[in-house]
């Protein structure tokens, strides 16, 4: 499949005439071909009417038209083959291997909510029985079903070119809840958005789908993604990026005639908590694995373990010292784009200048390109408490260890931390009361609670929570990632004393979809 | 039990010294004894200081404690007696039989929610077997629950004193999700406000539990109530009034430096439509129904039925001859305060006043204080669609009568509307063309949609949805009413490969609290 550099506007391709963009290769510092054409309001008009128009027959068409819909994305995705790997290593300094595994993450995602979107429990079917006899009124018949809330507009990620990008999850989840989609590409990664973005567009039209159901949107600047969110057409906002990006966007959902939600996933160091038992049993494991999971994927991650909280004992050198070593091997590498590593260099050199911060080790120079040297720092806790600026995230290959001088400062910095994605524990048995101590706070910090392992790496599953209290979200409530990231686009309605000639499938009463129902307070799949 | 006019601030009663107010007897014309101390920024910072510290240590009771706690405020409700009716009723000049059915209401809402909080549905407690052969990376134990999300501010509204205040939906959701709740009592029934609060009070005391778990506020203008919503103890914000009310603690909630979401049930005129079909065999049954409608309660309904559709017919005039008929016989009665009888008042003189509108009916006067004196309206299509405030909500006993000439005019009618809490179609067999032609829409455009009834009465159970798109609500994925109404209150948090001794019993292995859990994708009640 060729790259033409032209947007998708419903079923067809457009080249933008607001001034030109090229995709660029950070490894070879150089801009890669073809040129895109950026598109203007005139685009995000006409994608948006596309959508507002497919929403109604898309949302109405049968689940299985929608979940095969929806599989076809994942097999046209796979499809594309090599081509779609090498362009997206081009366009990100990303290894092939990582970016296989992110296709085949991309893929599986999108067939879990083709599954999701077959069995329906997500409409949430709920029957109460009318009681014509009640006193001193009657009750009517009642039923309610979720639908879904209408055009979403979907901002990929710069850190992940397929999994949080075109048909990540936001749009496959957004698609699975009967959503159409509008997504403006990532400038990062351009070319795989237009691949991705074809594969979208040939499914909806081999599913016989109205063409509304996916657009894709190219621009330079902020404008395109600013008209997007404030078009009344669009009625949710998924995105994964900066806390500056994604405020922007939750102030211009906010300011809309009718506002609307932005679930914005931004920023979190991801506290990683080197407990004593742990730290006296395992000092220089937990090290090693810890600074793996720091410089995977050149530090890239929502997830990397920016912060270590570990209490003063002879055996903290050892784990310092450990990591300081493992990470004095890691050579740099290329990050993503300039800008990324540009902001990577000022980020540590601001808190290497820190009162109070020590430099414990940084990684090995090489001549990559656009390149990012790993770097860790230490501190005690009366310090990180003084100076807010050691709570932000930097992202790359960074971390600072922050040294408690007991139980009741550990517990005073963990209180004091912001919302987080996650939270990791390094635990033995001797260990579960002071841990017991903290799950009360960390429950109220962050989305995922992990023990005796590293953040990095979210499975795709029912149960896995991608998300949490500000700023690591704009919304604790939802997640982006796993099953229960479709709920986000859903709205419950209620059918009073409906005829049954008019009521939705989901609400009938001889169950057709054979979905599980609440009626009258109990489950059953009747 | 005694009114004091003070403010209850976790266990205590405290004397506000920022002035006073009283609450106001509209029938009598007259203000009511004692005198309320007015709060300020101290008292809410005393209020959310407990609330923040109770948070932990009720959420973590046991789901037995909450549930009869919340059982108990039932009790205690009803143990207050003629006491709280003859008080509420001097305060609002609603009937005391509406006001011992809305007790019965409130109660029975509570009790509903102390089920749900005993069954623990809610918690979506879902477990992911852990995967360690997989290929190429073995998957984690991955458990997830909803836990509480903090401390809610709850703002009662002023035209139901007891079941959407103090004790109502709001507080009854979220003390069932694990929230402490600050209440700030509404202006126009403080003496209510006091009594319920008290039984809330004692109910915590009886229970054992910290004492921050409820508080109620009382001030004079709009200054307390937006220093809760600010406080950064408050996580979440439950509201039921007006438009410029809600979207006021809208704006605050968004300015914080941890935004909060603001559950605001706001403004709705809930389209009411009448079929061809309907309206060639019952014009007059419906108009003499509707009429009851729009004058119960004096109109003070968030679900009255402010705006009809009739499409043009012979039988059009006779429909809205009976409706003009019926309305006739309606005399004026007291409304709820001073401030929204002015406000109806003025409302229908400048309804009365567009172009294109006609004032076809009015009801008797009275000599009754504080009165609304009902009012009917028509105009036709052309009219409506061009004079935007005609969609405005008027609180109060009044509607408007919408003529449509053709089918298309009543759909383009349908998609200019706002959001609305309620549509309601009257239908006959003939009618179920149109109607399915209509319910793509009014899916969109409302929470809940009902057939062959009257919108006003909204049923406390599983399937209803109070909710419904903006201006509706502030968020059409929630309902303020019904069992789902604690879906609002709650986040989801993920356990990754936690020690079992550590983790939390609604995940725990042996299921020991019995739920219905989402096991690798199946639910099962083990």
């Known amino acids: 499949m060729q790259i033409t550099g032209e947007m998708l506007i419903g079923g067809s391709a457009v080249r933008g005439t607001k001034g030109t963009l090229r995709a660029f290769d950070p490894a070879r510092n150089a801009e890669i071909e ?201 009625k949710s906002v ?35 908590f080197v407990l004593p038992g742990a730290l006296a049993k395992r000092a220089e494991s937990i090290a090693n694995g810890f600074v793996e999971s720091v410089t995977l994927g050149v530090g890239q991650f929502c997830t990397n373990p920016g912060l270590v909280l570990v209490l003063d004992s002879p055996q903290t050198k050892t784990f310092i010292d450990a990591a300081a070593q493992a990470l004095a091997k890691k050579g740099a590498q290329t990050m993503l784009t300039p800008g990324i590593a540009a902001a990577y260099k000022d980020g540590i050199a601001r808190r290497g200048d820190v009162n109070g911060v020590q430099a414990v080790a940084q990684g090995a120079q090489t001549d990559a390109a656009c390149s990012a040297l790993p770097a860790l720092f230490a501190t005690n ?77 979210v499975e795709v599953s029912y149960a896995m929570v991608h998300g949490g209290p500000f700023p690591a979200t704009s919304d604790p409530r939802a997640t982006s990632v796993g099953a229960t990231a479709i709920d986000r686009f859903l709205r419950p309605v209620c059918y009073q004393d409906l005829p049954a000639a008019l009521l939705p499938e989901a609400v009938q009463d001889d169950n057709p979809l054979k979905l599980w129902r609440l009626r009258d307070g109990k489950l059953a799949q009747s």
Chains 1, 2 share one sequence.
């Not at 657009?215 to 993604?225: D, M, Q, T």
């Not at 809309?256 to 996933?265: C, D, G, L, N």
């Not at 919302?419 to 910090?445: F, I």
Request: hydrophobic letters at 45%; proline letters at 7%.
């Open 34 to 234: 073809p040129a895109f054409g950026a598109g203007g309001s005139a685009e995000v008009e006409r994608a948006c009417g596309f959508a507002a128009a497919a929403f109604d027959p898309y949302r109405l068409a049968p689940l299985e038209t929608r979940a095969r819909f929806i599989e076809a994305i994942a097999d046209n995705i796979m499809a594309l083959g090599d081509a779609l790997i090498e362009r997206a290593q081009a366009e990100s300094a990303l290894p092939k291997a990582r970016l296989e595994g992110e296709r085949g993450r991309t893929v599986g995602q999108l067939k879990l909510f083709a599954s999701l979107a077959r069995e329906g429990r997500w409409l949430t079917a709920t029957l109460d029985s009318p009681l014509p006899d009640r006193k001193p009124l009657p009750r009517s018949d009642l039923r309610m079903q979720k639908i879904a809330v209408g055009p979403v507009a979907v901002f990929g990620a710069s850190n992940f070119p397929l999994a949080f990008s075109v048909a990540g999850g936001d749009t496959a989840s957004a698609l699975a809840a009967g959503c159409p989609v509008v997504v403006k590409a990532h400038p990062a990664h351009l070319g795989t958005s237009e691949l991705v973005g074809r594969a979208i567009q040939k499914a909806v039209q081999d599913a016989g789908l109205p063409e509304g159901v996916f657009s894709l949107l190219i621009g330079a600047g902020n404008e395109i993604g600013e008209a997007l969110v404030a078009h009344p057409a669009i």
């Open 238 to 272: 998924g995105f994964t990026g900066s806390r500056r990006g994604g405020l922007a966007l939750v102030d211009i959902a906010s300011r809309r005639r009718e506002p609307i939600p932005v679930f914005a996933e931004m920023s979190s160091v991801n506290p990683f």
């Open 381 to 457: 806790a009366t310090q990180f408490l003084a100076e807010a600026a050691l709570e932000d995230e930097i992202f790359g290959p960074s971390s600072l260890i922050v040294t408690c001088a007991d139980v009741g400062e550990m517990i005073k910095v963990t209180e004091y931390l912001e919302g987080q994605l996650t939270a990791t524990l390094q635990v033995e048995p001797e260990d579960h009361e002071l841990a017991r101590q903290l799950l009360p706070t960390l429950e109220r910090k962050a989305g995922r609670i992990l023990a005796n392992g590293f953040p990095t790496g």
